[in-house]
């Protein structure tokens, strides 16, 4: 995730039926579908990005149009050519080059793809790695997760040095550790979060320290406002506050600044009301606060290994899946 400034009041509210963006009609490969997506960028003229998954394709949907989206990336079937993606799990907007970020996971490569009328394939920037979840700052420098690795590492653009940042020494759940990180956000101080999917905590990297710290979680996988169950999107505001999507808990937490213990929940439960998630996965707000996240309303009838896109689809009629991306307004 890009170091959108954000302020976010500390009493602030949001309503909580939801209203759908872009998807809502079903799935698989129309422009008005989206199939399993994982993450979202929200530019700054409220314009989202997504990481259409399954549709191997990045997809922009403009502010006001819930109708159809625009494929800005991929789209040619799933391949490891530069004119294709194989399952992006993650996506950021490059404004000074007015381009796409995208992590490629299934080729192992992240990839830059112009925005501009006429381009039709994307460039390489680093591959062989098993990226997950991406964030750019200001300076330029691109965080990456891999999760064969359980480690993130920084790069800076044009340069094919990089530098360790977390994780890295081996699997686990110490505070030197990582077990599958998957999002990042940077802040502006240049310290970075990771969601640490399979320890069900959210982690902080500061510049210069030798371990991590816990801001959210690590009390074991649960329900309690103390805990969290596979964490994936994340965002934090210019006060320090920690919003977290947790899939387990289809629910989105905050956890204020230097608060550890626990934290408050602000949207989302278990069921298919439009104030419930069902499949939730990415997360992030625009510049007047809203919350916007991706869910599937298709819980009953598929369960997804988030690592190894493998499904198992019961007998029940699945042509009531929806694949959203759902807009909750600040007030």
């Not at 399952?87 to 007015?98: G, H, M, Q, S, Y």
């Not at 700052?137 to 590492?153: F, I, P, T």
């Not at 801001?215 to 506050?241: E, K, M, R, S, W």
Request: with cysteine; proline share 2%.
């Amino acid at each position: 995730m890009f170091s959108l400034l954000v302020t976010i009041p500390a009493n602030a509210k949001w309503a909580q039926n939801g209203v759908t963006v872009a998807g809502d009609n079903g799935y698989r490969g129309a422009t008005n579908k989206l199939n399993w997506p994982r993450s979202l960028f929200v530019d700054d003229d409220q314009t989202v990005i997504i990481a259409d998954y399954r549709n191997h394709r990045i997809m922009q949907w403009k502010n006001g149009d819930t109708t159809n989206g625009q494929v800005v990336a991929g789209g040619n079937g799933v391949g490891n050519g530069l004119n294709q993606l194989s399952n992006p799990t993650d996506v950021l907007i490059d404004k000074e080059t007015d381009s796409v970020i995208i992590c490629d996971r299934r080729n192992g490569r992240v990839v830059r793809w112009s925005r501009r009328s006429g381009i039709t394939q994307g460039e390489i920037l680093i591959d062989n790695i098993d990226c997950f979840g991406l964030a750019m700052e200001e300076q330029r420098y691109l965080y990456v997760s891999d999760v064969g690795k359980h480690e993130v590492r920084q790069y800076k653009l044009g340069e094919k040095n990089d530098t360790f940042v977390a994780g890295g020494n081996g699997q686990g759940d110490g505070l030197h550790q990582l077990n599958w990180p998957t999002y990042l956000f940077v802040d502006r101080d240049h310290s970075v979060y990771v969601s640490d999917y399979n320890n069900h905590r959210v982690m902080k990297w500061v510049e210069g320290a030798k371990e991590d710290i816990v801001v959210a979680g690590g009390q074991g996988q649960g329900n309690a406002l103390t805990q969290l169950n596979y964490p994936q999107g994340i965002f934090v505001d210019t006060l320090g506050t920690l919003y977290v999507a947790e899939s387990g808990n289809h629910r989105v937490m905050r956890w204020t600044q230097g608060d550890k213990k626990q934290g408050t929940v602000i949207a989302g439960g278990n069921g298919t009301g439009a104030n419930q998630f069902n499949y939730l996965r990415g997360m992030s707000f625009d510049r007047h606060g809203n919350l916007y996240v991706v869910d599937a309303d298709a819980r009953k009838e598929q369960t997804i290994d988030d690592f190894n896109d493998t499904s198992t689809t019961s007998t029940r009629s699945i042509s009531s899946i929806q694949m959203v991306i759902e807009i909750f307004y600040h007030f």
